[in-house]
């Protein structure tokens, strides 16, 4: 009856009952790269990679895997999509800063699919650049502001360890959701540091429950349900990041070649998958993204493929599911996936008590994937010593470990904005790249 109860509730909701319904590995202590970990410097045939060129023949093989094994396809940019600004106002929060919001309609039409993207724009900026991520709970609840539009989708609801979502009626949004979530999106540090902020509901894309096809973007594409590479959740939501990039190709007022990939936990999953598929991505900040995103499944410890795949069936393609319980023998890991980001710069978080996200794992891919970016001559990770908590190393692979458990503070904002600035703000997008060869 427990064992019924634990799955039912798995079926009912995503967030708050499946990180209950099986714990995670215990932390584990190892820390050196694992031996078996695969080398994104050598293709498949086992050649190595020695000029940029090969790296590009690699690049697609990379890409063909994790399309195939992990990801699933996703769609291109749709044909019939435009843009609708339905707000916009140059004095929202105190004068500070000018809000956007924009209908990206995906086939069109009004009414049709589409996504709800909020942007605030500082005023004493020309052309900032610009951080985008998508949000747990709708773009009302990222800030108090009374101007955004509150979500009409399906939203969570019931136990929830990380928000408060007695807002929520009948799995919709009411006006008490404004700002419940707003301590994760200091959008007023953002503003002030230079950075326009750019949002969107994860729900617009893919709801995130068990029963949630139909309602998402993935149903827009039945071709792709065929066969078992077929379009996830985790690439609904990079695909949905990337269309997003399409609307502020389109804004004169903010810099979209310096548009920076963020995300948090299954959605720092997404932004890694964003950043790794599309290259107009500036750089890319992964905070406790964990199992699937910058935590190296042959790390030991943390959630396992299996559970990821139980507990959230529809996030990866079908063919994932082969590797359940394979993970310190998996063909392939997230070095390589986050290769397929180098040499743009890239931020990876952790929390120490996150175990769930297994922060040393995190840690080692900050060190494997450098290897890759001194292959394009430049360097990564400035250290393989794991830090001191709350102490950051910066560089064009920057990562901290933070105290406390899973969540986004502002520790980790005043972090990604230094790391920011340095690697994003400062320099032009364009990175000078030396061939090795
Ligand atoms: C669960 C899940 C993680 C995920 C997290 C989140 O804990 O197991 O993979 O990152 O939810 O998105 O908050």
Redesign the pocket.
Known sequence: MGRLRTAVSILLFG?AA??MASPPRAPSEQMSLPASLPNPLVFANGSPVKTRSEWQERRKELLHTFTEQMYGRMPGRPAHMRFEVFDRDPHALGGTATREQVEILFDGRKGGRQMDLLVYIPNHVQHPPVILGLNFWGNETINSDPGIRISERWIESGRNP?VNLSCVSNHRATAACRGINAGRWPVQMILNAGYALATAYRGDLDPDHMGGYAESIRSAYPQLEQGNDNFSTIAAWAWGLSRALDYLETDRKVDAHRVVAFG??????AAIWAAATDPRFAALISN??????AKLFHHPGG?SIL??NT??PYWFCRTFRQYNGRDTSLPFDQNEVLALVAPRPVYIASAMDDH??DPRGEFLNAVAVSAVYRFFGVSGLPTAQWPPVNQPILGRVSYHVRSGG?SVTDFDWQQYLRFCNRYVKAKPHFVPIRAKH
């Open positions: 967030t499946a990180c990380f948090w936990s299954r959605l720092g999953k406790e993204s964990g199992a699937g995103g959630e559970h990821l507990a959230f769930n996200s899973h």
